[in-house]
């Protein structure tokens, strides 16, 4: 019998050597992250028409369910190679989920601070699991982002959030697989915004592959933060962001200036999505078959938002990043469905209840 095809994925940092920051091979810490799946959505012709291709970059699937892992895996390498034995975050949940288990995969500390009762519990029990010390605060992402920053000042730990360079150099990577999944890069590429990270980390993957001849054109970043905390649309800080899609639950993100720059260099747009949107976009998704987390949602939410405004072609390109997996977030998907029904253990009232 011959053997299928199949190999053991490297992780980002071993399979993109030569597009980041050259990292000691014995100093790499990996769940080997990356290689996620670009989906292609089905069931969205009723709302979309067949003129459109939209494919879904799956990111739920990374090792602890998150695109952080791309930059968790670059940053701590890095810390660890630099003798580094701790780590810090502030998080809305899933950096603090990915800092947990890399930090403990390479044998350091890991200490996260995050907004207390504001974070989804599959994210926090993640945190709690690996280990890392978990510290509630009572405030926001961003007054836990400026203590994390005091802290790693004064302290002998290495802040991780996306202010570390090397976690967006890491994120960039899942331009790049998108890019040879396609074989050419998508006319628009939506994703939701709350630190202001991600797009311009895919913003630099997709120069930096048409740079190198290996994409002829680059997309436009369509980034999407949510209505009630959705500080770049609205030109201030928030002080107090609010939304279901606790991930992006952010007043003053880290990388405005650089979000900007990806969405006016792009010719994109930066723009907002109402809880109702991205609930309505959290279902569709899963009629496809792909449970992601609200906050994901929004990417898509985009598409329907922009769709309306009637600015696609027949035949564009459009990938949405699904940022993280939906059991992240149990209780917001129990809250969006149908309640099961409950039944005693007879087969006459079974088949009563499931229509037959
Ligand atoms: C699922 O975990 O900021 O715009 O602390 O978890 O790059 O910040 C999470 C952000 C989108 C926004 N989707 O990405 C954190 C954190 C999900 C997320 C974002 C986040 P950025």
Same mark, same amino acid.
């Given at each position: 019998?011959?053997?299928?095809?199949?190999?053991?994925?490297?992780g980002i940092?071993?399979?993109?050597?030569?597009?980041?920051?050259?990292?000691?091979?014995?100093s =790499?810490?990996?769940?080997?992250e990356?290689?996620?799946? %670009?989906?292609?959505?089905?069931?969205?012709?009723?709302l979309?028409?067949?003129?459109?291709?939209?494919?879904?970059?799956?990111?739920?699937?990374?090792?602890?369910?998150?695109?952080?892992?791309?930059?968790?895996?670059?940053?701590v390498?890095?810390?660890?190679?630099?003798?580094?034995?701790?780590? =810090?975050c502030?998080?809305?949940?899933n950096t603090?989920?990915?800092?947990?288990?890399?930090?403990?995969?390479?044998?350091?500390?890991?200490?996260?601070?995050? @907004?207390?009762?504001?974070?989804?519990?599959?994210?926090?029990?993640?945190?709690?699991?690996?280990?890392?010390?978990?510290?509630?605060?009572?405030g926001?992402?961003?007054?836990?982002?400026?203590?994390?920053?005091?802290?790693?000042?004064?302290?002998?730990?290495?802040?991780?959030?996306?202010?570390?360079?090397?976690? %967006?150099?890491?994120?960039?990577?899942?331009?790049?697989?998108?890019?040879n999944?396609?074989?050419?890069?998508?006319?628009?590429?939506?994703?939701?915004v709350?630190n202001?990270?991600?797009?311009?980390?895919?913003?630099?993957?997709?120069?930096?592959?048409?740079?190198?001849?290996?994409?002829?054109?680059? @997309?436009?970043?369509?980034?999407?933060?949510?209505?009630?905390?959705?500080? =770049?649309?609205?030109?201030?800080?928030?002080?107090?962001?609010?939304?279901?899609?606790?991930?992006?639950?952010?007043?003053?993100?880290?990388?405005?200036?650089?979000?900007?720059?990806?969405?006016d260099?792009?010719?994109?747009?930066?723009?907002?999505?109402?809880?109702?949107?991205?609930?309505?976009?959290?279902?569709?998704?899963?009629?496809?078959?792909?449970?992601?987390?609200?906050?994901?949602?929004?990417?898509?939410?985009?598409?329907?938002?922009?769709?309306?405004?009637?600015?696609?072609?027949?035949?564009?390109?459009?990938v949405?990043?699904?940022?993280?997996?939906g059991?992240?977030? @149990?209780?917001?998907?129990?809250?969006?469905?149908?309640?099961?029904i409950?039944? @005693?253990?007879?087969?006459?009232?079974?088949?009563?209840v499931?229509?037959?």
């Open positions: 019998m011959q053997a299928i095809k199949t190999r053991n994925w490297n940092v071993r399979e993109f050597q030569e597009f980041l920051p050259k990292v000691k091979d014995d =790499i810490v990996t769940l080997r990356g290689n996620t799946p %670009l989906i292609e959505a089905l069931n969205m012709g009723a979309f028409g067949n003129g459109l291709k939209i494919f879904l970059k799956y990111e739920g699937l990374n090792p602890t369910g998150s695109f952080k892992d791309r930059g968790m895996t670059m940053a390498s890095k810390a660890n190679e630099d003798g580094s034995h701790a780590i =810090i502030a998080s809305t949940g603090s989920a990915a800092a947990a288990a890399y930090a403990v995969r390479g044998g350091l500390r890991a200490y996260v601070l995050i @907004p207390e009762g504001k974070i989804a519990l599959g994210k926090l029990s993640q945190a709690m699991m690996h280990g890392a010390k978990v510290v509630q605060v009572q926001n992402f961003d007054e836990a982002l400026t203590i994390v920053k005091e802290v790693s000042k004064a302290y002998p730990v290495t802040l991780v959030n996306s202010i570390n360079p090397y976690r %967006l150099e890491g994120q960039k990577t899942a331009a790049f697989e998108i890019c999944q396609l074989g050419f890069a998508p006319r628009y590429h939506f994703l939701p709350g202001a990270g991600n797009i311009t980390a895919y913003w630099r993957g997709y120069k930096e592959f048409k740079e190198k001849g290996i994409i002829e054109n680059l @997309p436009k970043m369509m980034g999407f933060e949510a209505e009630g905390a959705a500080p =770049i649309v609205k030109g201030h800080p928030i002080k107090n962001p609010e939304t279901v899609a606790s991930a992006i639950r952010i007043g003053n993100p880290s990388s405005w200036e650089a979000a900007v720059k990806a969405r260099e792009s010719g994109g747009v930066i723009d907002m999505v109402s809880d109702d949107e991205i609930i309505y976009a959290y279902k569709l998704l899963a009629k496809e078959g792909v449970f992601c987390e609200p906050a994901s949602a929004a990417s898509l939410a985009g598409v329907i938002k922009m769709h309306k405004r009637d600015i696609f072609k027949n035949g564009d390109t459009i949405c990043t699904l940022t993280g997996h059991l992240k977030d @149990p209780d917001t998907a129990i809250k969006s469905s149908d309640k099961p409950t039944v @005693p253990p007879e087969l006459d009232k079974v088949v009563k499931l229509g037959f």
